[in-house]
């Protein structure tokens, strides 16, 4: 408060320069109010719910007048709480039957409205009321909600089109209102400054404003209003710096009441913008969104969005700007930089390339080195087993030769009874096994360590062991022409002599025993080498 008295004394002597020496100092001080902010809306807070608590419901008049306490707590603060109220007051007003009451909150709804940015329904509000018929206090009131919505249009638009019908409309309702406030009151002084500002006779709002604030008795709302609009005088006059400190004081005043619905602290950062203040402004349009948003103000909030816009892109461009300068300085150096780097680059890459092609013949060998081995291993298996194929079939075809000689010679001496004898006397069953302990021994001789590796896959307790006679018992055989590569169960079945679910459940038994997973035993099979 003694800054911004101060600060109108060097106005009145016409010292707008040394208002623009508090800037700093007037910034120091409202960053440090903002700081402070949390308490402040705290404090607010506090004074609500001791508001709310203390409405006394004993009768609608009491009822009616504890909200209309609480609505002026919260009408600059929060649209919602306020609007609330006023709905609140609308009950109570028809309960009673009151015209008087309901046209008073009809009047704090239009006001709240307003201060939101909702201009028609505002107006919708106002002009329900029948402003003939109502108090001289009422009805001043609502021609001053009349002539701010008219005002707020005009700034809105800001046009040379609809902004100058808006001015002059706004201006009668004024008219009509200063006419019903008391001479010397602080309406009756703020609202005649006001017209003439709007009116462009910027001397005589300057006594008007100044007649206000020689006085002690404002609020701190009301310091905020005065020197926030008394900013517009100087902005106009192009003494900015004197308009600044004034909208600091603005802004401080707002921040100890709590008030949400404000311009002042949006036009400092607009005006601390245009002064190149990029990170002031940006820090203060931040706060008034920050406000705008827990009010609710609409219209702010558009305005806001275009000042923020702005700033944002500025603070863009220049440290795009800086960055620029950065780069040219350190032009040379990062040439330098840039061909060291590439030399390295390129050795790195013939180096790793180096790497990779070695790696490559590495892999390569090893792959051919594998398939040379899988080659050999298959050329040893064809050539054992195609030997034993033709050695095998030659005895069966001897031994089938032989056998038909026979019936022939005792078919023509029908001799039936020696028929009958020699094919009785026929073992099948002797040359299957023959035949299978052929295949044993020569598997054997091609995987001479099969039977100790495929022991190694179990616990002691369950390793194949065959019997004596045997060469492989029927698990190890399974597996061995699996090792061949035979995986199909109805082949492995039918060289057996088994039947397929034989063949499976041998196999389902001897996976379970293994210490390996069941669905890794066949692949760990197909791992033993042959010699």
């Known amino acids: ?18 208002g623009r020496q508090h800037i700093p100092d007037s910034l ?20 609500i719910r001791s508001l709310n608590a203390s409405i006394d419901y004993s009768s609608p008049e009491t009822m009616f007048q504890g909200y209309s306490r609480l609505y002026e707590a919260y009408k600059s603060f929060n649209y919602d709480s306020a609007y609330t109220c006023t709905e ?29 940015g909702m201009f028609k329904e505002a107006f919708d509000s106002l002009s329900t009321l029948p402003i003939r018929e109502l108090a001289p206090g009422n009805k001043a009131e609502v021609y001053t909600l009349l002539a701010r919505c008219y005002y707020d249009l005009a700034d809105y638009d800001n046009d040379k089109y609809h902004a100058p019908g808006y001015n002059a409309t706004g201006s009668r309702y004024l008219d009509s209102a200063i006419l019903l406030y008391a001479p010397g009151s602080f309406e009756y002084l703020y609202y005649n400054g006001l017209k003439h500002i709007r009116s462009g006779h910027i001397d005589q709002a300057i006594q008007y404003f100044s007649r206000l604030m020689s006085g002690s ?26 308009a600044i400190v004034l909208l600091v004081q603005a802004a401080i005043c707002d921040l ?93 890459r013939q180096f790793r390339r180096l790497k990779e092609a070695k790696a490559i013949i590495t892999r390569a060998h090893q792959t051919q080195q594998e398939i040379n081995a899988r080659l050999m291993e298959a050329n040893k298996i064809k050539e054992e087993y195609i030997g034993y194929f033709f050695n095998g079939n030659s005895e069966v075809y001897t031994k089938i030769d032989h056998f038909k000689k026979n019936l ?69 055989r399974i597996f061995a022409l699996i090792r061949l590569g035979i995986h199909d169960n109805e ?38 080498k042959s010699i």
């Open 1 to 18: 408060m003694k800054l911004l008295i101060a600060c109108v004394m060097l106005l009145a002597a016409g010292a707008p320069a040394e």
């Open 28 to 47: 120091a001080l409202l960053n440090e109010t903002i700081s402070q902010a949390p308490r402040y809306d705290s404090e607010k807070l506090a004074e």
């Open 88 to 116: 609140k007051l609308f009950a109570i007003a028809q309960k009673l039957g009151n015209d008087s009451l309901y046209n008073d909150a009809k009047i704090k709804q239009s006001f709240v409205l307003l201060s939101s």
């Open 217 to 242: 008795s404002l609020t701190l709302h009301q310091v905020a209003l005065t020197a926030s609009t008394l900013s517009d005088v100087y902005i106009q006059k192009g003494e900015t710096g004197t």
């Open 256 to 348: 100890k009441s709590s008030t949400k619905e404000t311009t002042a602290i949006f036009n400092l950062s607009t005006l601390l913008f245009r002064q190149g203040d990029l990170k002031n402004a940006s820090f203060y349009i931040k706060k008034a969104m920050s406000d705008a948003v827990f009010y609710g103000a609409r219209q702010r909030k558009v305005q806001l969005s275009s000042i923020l816009s702005l700033i944002e892109s500025e603070k863009i461009a220049q440290v795009e700007a800086e960055n620029h300068r950065a780069l040219t300085y350190a032009a040379g150096l990062a040439l330098l930089v840039l061909c060291l780097a590439a030399l390295v680059i390129i050795i790195l």
């Open 408 to 476: 022939e010679k005792q078919a023509r001496d029908r001799k039936f009874t020696e028929i009958l004898f020699l094919i009785n006397h026929f073992n099948i069953k002797e040359d299957k096994d023959e035949l299978l302990k052929n295949f044993d021994t020569i598997f054997l001789k091609l995987f001479p360590h099969f039977i100790e590796s495929y022991n190694d896959l179990f616990e002691a307790s369950d390793q194949a062991s065959p019997k004596e006679g045997q060469v492989l018992n029927t698990d190890l």
């Open 491 to 528: 082949k492995i079945a039918q060289i057996l002599g088994y039947s397929v679910h034989t063949i499976n459940t041998y196999k389902t038994k001897v996976k379970n025993r293994s210490r390996v997973h069941n669905d890794e035993f066949e692949a760990r099979i197909m791992e033993i």
